[in-house]
């Protein structure tokens, strides 16, 4: 079964520290993704990547940064964590088919709920 | 990406047929619909896309109008676990944009 998951459930962390988000997709997918979602405010891309080594800045990519070195594998950092990043992130993955111009379905995790304190 | 509009929350009685529906009159030639759920404290669900014809699989079937400016979704047979939030998405295929969705919420 297809899987993406992410390295913690839950996560407290405090303002001014750097925050890594883990995500591991075992479904040798090119196309990577990170979200946040807040209450009212639905799903909201972050950056997104095609291919290692390779980023792409989603809708709200300020105060974060990501890492792909290798393909089953995506980060986000939070360099210095605010209140404000207070959230769920959810990573996806998703297989580009290039015979398919209309992309493949995306594959979401379980999420992180992160509070920054 | 063209934008959707859905309404906030539906009820639907446990055992009928749930339609939910979603307007999207901007969608441009090449893109498709995609329908996502989320049930609580999980990711996304695919559930099933179309581009004009309608499409079915065992999850729900999607109906697309002709002139693609709507589309529905349907769950035939609702049940209590098919509460969730229901995301109408128009897109290319690389990047999806989720709105609030329907709040589907299936009674017994």
């Known amino acids: 079964d297809v899987k993406v998951t992410q390295s913690s459930r839950y996560l407290v962390k405090r303002t001014g520290e750097k925050v890594f988000l883990e995500c591991v997709q075992d479904?040798?997918?090119?196309?990577m993704f990170w979200y946040r979602q807040d209450p009212g405010l639905g799903l909201r891309l972050i950056y997104f990547?095609?291919?290692?080594?390779?980023?792409e800045k989603g809708d709200i990519p300020e105060g974060y940064s990501v890492s792909r070195e290798k393909k089953e594998r995506f980060s986000l950092i939070l360099e210095s964590a605010s209140t404000n990043q207070t959230s769920m992130y959810l990573c996806a993955s998703s297989l580009w088919d290039r015979g398919a111009p209309h992309g493949e379905k995306l594959f979401f995790g379980s999420g992180t709920q992160l509070s920054v304190l | 990406d063209a934008k959707t509009t859905q309404p906030t929350s539906m009820d639907c009685a446990e055992g009928r047929a749930a339609n939910l529906p979603c307007n999207h009159s901007?969608?441009?030639?090449?893109?498709?619909v995609y329908w996502y759920r989320q049930i609580h404290s999980q990711g996304p669900q695919y559930i099933i896309h179309?581009?004009?014809n309608n499409e079915t699989n065992e999850m729900a079937s999607l109906i697309i109008t002709e002139d693609r400016k709507s589309s529905t979704l349907i769950l035939p047979h609702a049940t209590l676990r098919d509460t969730a939030v229901y995301y109408c998405?128009?897109?290319?295929?690389?990047?999806?944009?989720f709105g609030p969705g329907t709040r589907l919420s299936v009674l017994p």
């Open positions: 901007t969608i441009s030639g090449n893109e498709y």
């Open positions: 998405i128009v897109s290319l295929g690389q990047n999806f944009v």
């Open positions: 479904m040798d997918h090119e196309n």
């Open positions: 990547s095609y291919d290692v080594k390779m980023k």
């Open positions: 179309g581009l004009k």
